[in-house]
């Protein structure tokens, strides 16, 4: 199965956060928060008035407390709507 995003959707996979800082630091589990950091895995169509701006594969910032976590095939993917990515890594 896949997930076919509709309209503005975009569909997101969360990227890994990292086990230790830069410093060597080891971050305890529990005290992780998760990176609002994903992957775009798959974009829906837009709209004659919103242009989709992200392209499968790009890294991507997105909002905090946005979208729908979804869970397929033991992935857990995020759906948010394009206006909730807040910026594009390059």
């Known amino acids: 199965m896949t997930l076919v995003p509709l309209v503005d959707r975009v569909v997101l996979k969360q990227l890994v956060a990292e086990e230790t800082t830069k410093s060597g630091i080891v971050l305890p589990g529990q005290n992780k928060e998760k990176p609002q950091q994903a992957?775009?895995?798959a974009v829906g169509p837009g709209t004659e008035e919103v242009k989709m701006e992200v392209a499968v594969g790009d890294q991507v910032i997105y909002s905090k407390y946005s979208g729908t976590e979804v869970k397929?095939?033991?992935v857990e993917y995020i759906v948010v709507k394009q206006s909730d990515i807040l910026a594009i890594l390059k």
């Open 72 to 74: 397929l095939d033991d």
């Open 39 to 41: 992957e775009v895995v």
